[in-house]
């Protein structure tokens, strides 16, 4: 598995360029395999990509082919303003001509919590069934933040769910002071069974974590969840200068590094 860094100015045009990214591949993806399977981010990092997709890439995705899915929940309803699928349905879905079954929300409205991570497992499964018992859910990208306490999904550091290996989907907790609330979140071998990963980071509460990740990753692959993500293919870091805010290229432990400018990711 290959990692590549890119560094944007900003998150506008961290945003423009993974849009941009985006695009061309779910067009190839159509092309090749008649649909392209991708799951969505939370939290507030993704809106302005979100609203690019809806409008400068709009007419360049062959949105009847794409299928949406989610890394986690807020275990909230869908029309709540914590809710992943609420800031995606404003933001993107509700302007572009997606097929209504073919947008896979996380049922967080059934009762109790563990109920609607199994009814979004049975809905993994109708897609990446396999005889295997390991999954080999493949996404063909995944979309993933990072908090300042380095989880992604909602998957949080020291959480049981991070050895999880039998079940796709789980409930959990946030433990994050910002936000504590009921989650339901794709485990480790789902993410890291996609084809591509694509973390995108932004501002400057993020460094201290980001700068052990890129520098140090094997020392905290067992602290922080977000440097326990390993797809099968590629994994991109799309970062903008205030989250690297000072962490020197040469420290990175990673091979290749950009100075992106928005038209030009990736390598
Ligand atoms: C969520 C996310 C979570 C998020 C990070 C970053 O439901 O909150 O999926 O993993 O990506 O917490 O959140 P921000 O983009 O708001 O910083």
């Known amino acids: 598995m290959k990692t590549e860094i890119s560094v944007f100015h900003n998150l506008n045009e961290a945003s423009y360029a993974l849009a941009s990214f985006i695009a061309e591949t779910a067009r190839k993806t159509v092309e090749s395999k008649g649909r392209f399977f991708m799951a969505l981010s939370g939290g ?86 396999t005889p295997k018992k390991d999954p080999l859910v493949s996404f063909d990208v995944i979309l993933l933040g990072m908090g300042e306490d380095g989880h992604t999904a909602a998957l949080f550091p020291e959480n049981p769910a991070l050895r999880e290996k039998e079940r796709w989907v789980v409930p959990t907790f946030s433990s994050s002071p910002f936000s504590p609330q009921p989650r339901i979140s794709l485990t480790l071998p789902v993410i890291n069974g996609s084809r591509t990963g694509i973390f995108l980071v932004s501002g400057s509460k993020k460094t201290r974590t980001l700068r052990s990740i890129l520098i140090n990753p094997k020392e905290v692959r067992h602290i922080y969840p977000a440097a326990m993500v390993c797809p099968r293919e590629k994994l991109f870091w799309i970062i903008d200068q205030d989250a690297l805010n000072g962490i020197s290229y040469s420290d990175i432990s990673y091979e290749v590094i950009k100075e992106g400018n928005k038209d030009q990711f990736p390598a």
């Open 44 to 129: 507030k990092t993704p809106e302005v990509f979100y609203g690019l997709l809806a409008s400068e890439f709009a007419d360049s995705i062959p949105w009847q082919s794409v299928h949406l899915f989610w890394g986690d929940e807020r275990y909230v309803l869908k029309d709540h303003p914590d809710s992943n699928y609420a800031l995606a349905f404003r933001t993107l879905i509700s302007k572009v001509p997606l097929i209504v079954q073919n947008i896979h929300r996380i049922p967080t409205e059934l009762k109790p919590q563990r109920k609607a991570a199994e009814a979004y497992q049975a809905t993994l499964h109708k897609f990446f069934s």
